[in-house]
């Protein structure tokens, strides 16, 4: 079986070995274990599932939530000549209907859905006259409500189980907290305990957190001192183009990236960043997912994220080549504040939610009683626009229905226009013959597109007008009214996110919001927020020492490349020795202001150098400051 699995990653992947850990999870796999495999970012978590799929007869069920990655997937796989195929909310029912047939008459060896679609009737029947051999489970906290991406969804999952009680599991994430590990695993109904865990630790990977209030400037400093290709996340669209405008005026190619941008324009810019056209792309934390880019040197935050868990993903980015690269977060003095304000506006009182639900089911017309899995394409600013409504109440609103199992949001991601013809050779040529006026369009689109009979191919409007000289729109009028005559089906190209209504229309005053995610859910979010403010302000422990901690690797040595790390060095400290020496200086000036000589000479034990070193170190990151007498005073509470 050895040889088996590693023809097949030379076969497609061309890799002549396994990275760490892969082999042995692929070998639990193939042994019928259920698995939970825990790889950092850029640790080659699909290959874990493709290879033991390829290697056993049958189909590969794959659960993902972001759907842009299962289409990237799907065509890698295709392009490797495998066939696999994606079934994600926005999907028509016939649409749907083709391709669960494909699996089971076929030979389709992946198929990709979104959590939402376990709950639907037809797909579970479906899945029961599947051979499968293998059911993967990608970003796999999300089951979890102590994870910090709960998606309600993925608890069906459980009952997929149980219709395959043989079939193994693979479940497949980043970043897991002890907590969330066992939750997994239960979740997931293990019949025992089985986890493979790579050291969270990044040794070429180089953390620091810099205390500024001109962040502009420091973005540029750094830019100017670390060489290559760097990614600079931020929290809003305004800001990506504020920082790439004020990047490029300075003589850095920057770009910027938000999923408000067309689908041509994220592509093109995209494809410029990973071909190095473009050296910087500033962003919001849209851009990174599934992007295999080895040689980032430069990760930076600009504003404090949400969590650990994030952050972590997200710096992950850097240096996947496994050459020197840097994790840098940007603090101002404003950014904790705003960061525990932004929290209590993510958890909207309940009147307030409720209020977003009944506008959400007005502007989709949806009436009460509906039936569920309904999907449509949501253009946020036109929703707040219309019903007067800000997106900082609009956006935490969904996210507490979607966990409430309410409804699901779903990313933007691009789908090209596709058509089928719905009717047999026979009926279209009668069709033809006895409608004149659409007989030459008809035969041009069969001449243009092969398999329009069999399945959904994509189509490109634009290019269809320029062969036949006929306006695009009317291209489109054509084929709507086609669509309408039920001789094809149309579906347009969509590039919005899409909301999917999960459960009967109910009235408003009926809606109920799980205590759970109101009461419980925001409790555990303000511990894993406090814990990265906990991580930025920090001033003596190790930064990575600091963040794997965070994850139960608590056995990991000091990284020496930190910025906390190189200041000891500096000051020639052991890791013990410079804890010591900061909590003197914070026990000192917490009893009274003091003037730095007095400070210096008042720490016993330490040469003054290495006192003055530290107390730069305090200053520059915010944890010291001078009052209006120039006398030393300690700035914050200080956290372990």
């Known amino acids: 079986m050895q040889e088996d699995i590693r023809h097949i990653l030379k076969t497609y992947w061309g890799y002549n070995s396994f990275r760490p850990l892969q082999e042995d999870i692929i070998n639990a796999v193939l042994q019928g274990n259920d698995t939970l495999a825990l790889l950092p970012t850029g640790g080659g978590k699909s290959i874990c599932f493709q290879v033991p799929a390829l290697a056993k007869p049958g189909i590969c069920i794959v659960v993902s939530p972001l759907i842009a990655l299962m289409k990237d997937q799907v065509e890698n796989l295709q392009g490797r000549d495998i066939k696999a195929v994606a079934i994600y909310s926005g999907m028509s029912y016939r649409e749907i209907n083709i ?172 494809d410029d960043w990973i071909k190095n056209r473009t050296r910087v792309m500033v962003c919001t934390n849209a851009f990174g997912m599934g992007i295999d880019k080895p040689d980032v040197r430069l990760v930076i935050h600009d504003e404090l994220p949400d969590t650990l868990e994030a952050y972590y993903q997200e710096a992950g980015r850097a240096g996947r080549d496994e050459k020197k690269a840097y994790a840098v977060l940007l603090t101002a003095t404003a950014d904790i504040d705003e960061a525990r304000e932004r929290f209590e506006q993510s958890f909207p009182p309940e009147k307030e939610i409720k209020r977003v639900f009944q506008a959400l089911c007005n502007y989709f017309g949806v009436p009460a ?62 069709f033809q013959v006895e409608h004149a006026a659409y007989d030459d369009f008809i035969k041009i689109l069969l001449r243009s597109y092969g398999g329009l009979f069999d399945r959904y191919v994509p189509i490109h409007e634009k290019t269809l007008a320029a062969k036949t000289r006929i306006p695009i729109q009317t291209i489109i009028d054509l084929l709507n009214r086609l669509t309408h005559l039920q001789i094809l089906d149309y579906q347009p190209q969509k590039d919005k996110p899409q909301i999917t209504f999960l459960q009967e229309r109910m009235h408003t005053e009926h809606v109920q919001l799980s205590p759970l995610i109101m009461v419980k859910r925001k409790q555990l979010i303000r511990q894993k927020l406090e814990a990265m403010i906990a991580y930025a302000e920090n001033a003596t422990i190790c930064r990575s020492r600091k963040l794997v901690g965070y994850f139960n690797e608590y056995d990991a040595d000091d990284c020496g490349t930190c910025d906390i790390c190189l200041l000891r060095k500096k000051t020639e400290l052991s890791s013990a020795q410079f804890e010591e020496l900061v909590n003197l200086i914070e026990k000192k000036l917490s009893v009274q202001a003091l003037h730095i000589d007095a400070l210096v000479e008042q720490i016993k034990g330490y040469d003054a150098t290495q006192t003055l070193e530290a107390i730069q170190f305090l200053l520059d990151n915010n944890k010291l400051r001078y009052n209006v007498t120039k006398q030393l005073e300690w700035s914050q509470p200080k956290h372990a």
């Open 369 to 430: 009683g509906a039936s569920p899995e309904r999907s449509f394409d949501f253009d946020i600013a036109d929703f707040c626009t219309r019903f007067d409504m800000k997106p900082l109440l609009v956006y935490p609103a969904l996210k507490i229905l979607e966990q409430c199992d309410i409804l699901a949001l779903n990313e933007v991601f691009f789908e090209p226009a596709k058509l089928m013809v719905t009717v047999s050779h026979e009926v279209l040529y009668k």
């Open 99 to 270: 391709a669960l047939d494909n699996c089971i008459y076929g030979d389709v060896k992946f198929l990709y859905l979104s959590p939402e679609r376990l709950k639907s009737e037809l797909v579970r029947i479906r899945l029961q006259q599947m051979q499968i051999n293998l059911l993967a489970i990608d970003e796999a906290h999300c089951i979890s409500q102590w994870g910090y991406d709960f998606r309600p969804e993925y608890l069906q999952i459980a009952k997929i189980r149980e219709l395959f009680p043989k079939v193994p599991v693979l479940a497949l994430t980043a970043s897991a907290t002890p907590d969330v590990v066992k939750d997994i695993q239960e979740k997931l109904g293990f019949k025992k305990e089985n986890v493979f865990k790579k050291s969270f630790t990044r040794a070429n990977l180089a953390y620091v957190v810099n205390q500024t209030e001109d962040k502009q400037h420091k973005l540029l400093h750094m830019l100017n001192r670390v060489p290559g290709t760097a990614l600079i996340y931020v929290r809003s669209r305004r800001k990506t183009q504020e920082i790439a405008t004020y990047l490029s005026l300075s003589g850095i190619r920057a770009d910027y990236y938000h999923a408000g941008l067309t689908y041509e324009l994220r592509t093109k810019k995209q």
